[in-house]
């Protein structure tokens, strides 16, 4: 035990001196020299702001320029770290009118380069600088057009300046969704300076990798969140965007990975146009983004039943999702969640059973809450989630111990639908495997669900719950009898029982939009385990 402290204590230090080292190299002259660019060249691909509205949110009154106070704009160092990550990505650039003044606009610019025009650790943070890059050169009509020559120098410079220093530092970021704005800022770069040896090459270079890391072998992210899948299928799309528009030849391997993206994203949104609550995804409503594809022409079709650990059986009023995957690599994990063998039922268009959702905001402890076991729709054993995470300072938790699929099998034909799947999740530490077993009478609208707990040599007396979360507009009521439960959902009648088995009614809490949380409630079977193999029926059934 000492030894191993002694090892993690020294390999902290180091790790501590390397990036001291690393921040007082950013911060020299010899860095300095290193990124600023022998040729400054001008802007010749002025790429469409427009491109760009799926991955902003435009306010419909836009800003005049001229109505607020431009010569302090950079003087306030009491900005939250939000706002500031805000103010420096220019991204509030797209919700100004574009009848306002160019030459205040380049003004604004002109002071920040002029306070910024070194690397400082604030407003040179990789996303930030992507974003301000893309911000910049998608606004010229503001930022460039009829600007000085001096200006232009400038401007063109710092642009350049703020590449080389993207291009130097990508590969030391951890954060997988800042390398993907990284890449777009490059490849951006190199097309809109016609550089296609230096930026051009480099961006599409550091994209392949990305993919091969970060993507299987069915282009879905190896990390299993469906919303990283939906922000990588509109960077992609985005970067094909500005290829088409500046008359580039587009890459095979972009139309081949927004091809898969595609269908991935038709999997798990556009079949059900529902928002999935697993592994990191909450309330995003893709209806917006769904009329950007088909103002652009994109089309997306994907029948599949299972997909990127996902199985998806839907007809034209009844949809079952269950997560059938086994957890990520610790490396891919930071928003995972312990939701193994979970599952939603939409009806009508409409959640009936569902998760709680994610509390994405890693700083707050409802964040570590949202990725326990407990608030999904799934079985808990010890009052222990599936999956073990360990948590390091200013980081989101990431898995330590994961699980496996062990068992799986699907069955879906017009009368009869059935997810059969086992996970090893529990059996490390208990010796005991969780089976889930899910039917669906399609004529009879009902459900029967098996749930297993199989022993392995197991510890006797556990408490287990299996736990059915509600979204918080559905009305819940216990029988007389305390054998049933109905449930109304907007008007439609449904009945939960389990025969032999103690159920009842618990609050609980809804992470389903970001950041935020609603008091909801859920049904939940409870007892202990023994010795024997154990099965736990219940049914929903439309009333």
Partial sequence: MIFNNLLNFINNSYIFSKKKFHSLYLSSNIYNRKITPSFIGSLEYHPSPNLLSSLIKYDKKKIN?????????????????????????????????LRSSKKDTQNVILQWIDKNHNYNSKSWELDIVAKRIIAWTSSSRLTYEDGSTDYKDKFNSIIKKQINHLINEIELSEWIDDKIIVCAAIILTGLTYQDKNRYLETGLNLLKKLVKFSFDNDGFPKSRSIRQLCFYLKYFILIREWFKESQSEIPDFINENIYYLGQAYAFTWQNNKADLLFNGNHETNNIEFDRYLKKLGYTFKNPSTELGGYTILSNKKTSLIMDTGSSPDKKFSSDYQSGALSFEIISNGKKLICNSGYFQNYHHQLN????????????????????????????SSKISYGLKIIKKNIVFEKNYWKINAAHDGYLNQYGIIHEREMEFYPEQIKFIGLDKIISRNSIKNLKFEIRFHLKPNIKIMKTQDNKSILLDLDGEGWKFNSPNSNINIDDGLYFGKKNSFVDNQNIVISGMTNDENQTIKWEIAKL
């Fill in 65 to 97: 320029i001229e109505n607020y106070s431009l010569n302090r704009i950079w003087d306030n160092e009491n900005l939250k770290k939000k706002d500031y990550k805000n103010l420096n990505s220019f991204f509030w650039l797209f919700s100004l009118d």
């Fill in 368 to 395: 570590e809450i949202s990725k326990s076991s407990a608030v999904h729709s799934t079985l808990i054993l010890d009052d222990r989630s599936s999956c073990k995470f360990n948590k390091t300072k200013n980081e």
